[in-house]
């Protein structure tokens, strides 16, 4: 089994993503060993954590480290059990179903009446067409489980293998993010569980179960604490708490290495001067922390506000430190104040 070395300057950078920018993740001790730890018992790992702390970006930099592929499923109120294991696209098998009985009547209309055998021909291969089977697409934990079959199953299904951003092997194992659980009932976790300890699940239409092959996955599951999760599932997961410095002094440092892990290539020049540019971009963050928190706004500027302000000024004034610190106050209004009553008392102050 593969483990990740103990060390505090072990980083990786992963490509960019949708909306989300090119990062690197700096592991911290902590983080190894909790991930380590998950993979040596087999055991799912919860991350819990404000929203913004990077619960999500910490699972794709493990299967960035490891080597792994990366396979994702973000949680909503909708969510089933089952759509952690496959997806039945119903409404692509009745649009097909239309379409073949369309085609069957307009081919009907033009000809001669069909004889009993070619009836039965026409039936026997419109009903292997629409077999359940063939609308059955994996979801994350089939891919985890079993690439081998997840493969087939998705091109007889019309659909792709999870493409990896990062380059990711599956041949070395699957690291699964399962985003933000907390927004999902209770019997989603408890089905993830259920799933997971018995290492296979029998998706409808198929001959065989899906049953978990080489390497076991590392399951990585977060939660922003939005809904209580049952103590069963907690019981059987190994939890690692992210959570920024209660103090200004250690939430400023804290800040200022998550930007210079960030964003080492793009501050250039001066190293005082950058550092700076980081060290006032903290401040401002943790003075607006410490504002929202005593009038209970939610949310909580945190680290990702922290590094989209860092980003926005180091991209319009690259190089420039004169001008990053010149815009930050500026930008730093879009960024940290979120909250309505935030920006009325910006605006008082303004009048």
């Known amino acids: 089994m593969d483990l990740l070395p103990i060390r505090d300057d072990l980083e990786v950078d992963l490509a960019p993503s949708g909306d989300n920018p090119a990062a690197r993740h700096r592991f911290e001790p902590e983080q190894l060993m909790a991930i380590n730890a998950a993979l040596a018992a087999s055991r799912p790992l919860l991350v819990r954590g404000e929203p913004g702390i990077g619960k999500s970006q910490l699972a794709r930099a493990a299967a960035k480290a490891l080597g792994r592929a990366f396979v994702q499923h973000v949680v909503d109120a909708r969510t089933e059990a089952r759509d952690l294991q496959w997806h039945f696209d119903a409404v692509g ?4 179903a239309q379409v073949a009985g369309a085609l069957h009547l307009n081919a009907a209309g033009a000809g001669e009446p069909a004889g009993a055998d070619a009836v039965a021909t026409a039936i026997k291969a419109l009903d292997e067409r629409l077999a359940i089977r063939n609308f059955v697409q994996p979801r994350a934990l089939w891919w985890a489980f079993n690439w081998d079959s997840a493969q087939p199953q998705a091109r007889a299904a019309g659909g792709h293998e999870p493409y990896q951003l990062d380059g990711g092997d599956w041949h070395r194992g699957c690291v699964v993010l399962i985003d933000e659980i907390d927004k999902a009932e209770s019997d989603v976790p408890n089905g993830l569980l259920e799933a997971l ?28 604490e939005e809904r209580a999760l049952p103590d069963a599932f907690i019981r059987r997961c190994l939890v690692l708490h992210l959570a920024l410095p209660q103090t200004r002094e250690g939430l400023v440092n804290k800040l200022m290495e998550r930007g210079c892990t960030h964003f080492r290539d793009q501050v250039t020049g001066d190293l005082k001067v950058a550092s700076e540019v980081l060290e006032t971009a903290a401040e401002l963050l943790a003075d607006d922390r410490a504002n929202a928190e005593r009038h209970h706004w939610r949310p909580l500027p ?36 979120k909250h309505p009553d935030a920006a009325r008392e910006l605006s008082g102050s303004r009048a």
């Open 302 to 337: 945190g680290q990702a506000e922290y590094l989209d302000l860092v980003r926005a000024v180091v991209t319009q004034a690259a190089g420039d430190m004169a001008r990053q610190q010149a815009l930050i106050d500026q930008v730093a209004t879009f960024v940290l104040k």
């Open 93 to 96: 098998r009745l649009a097909q």
């Open 197 to 224: 300890g018995a290492g296979r699940f029998m998706p409808p239409g198929l001959p065989e179960p899906v049953v978990a092959k080489g390497a076991p996955p590392l399951v990585v599951i977060t939660t922003n």
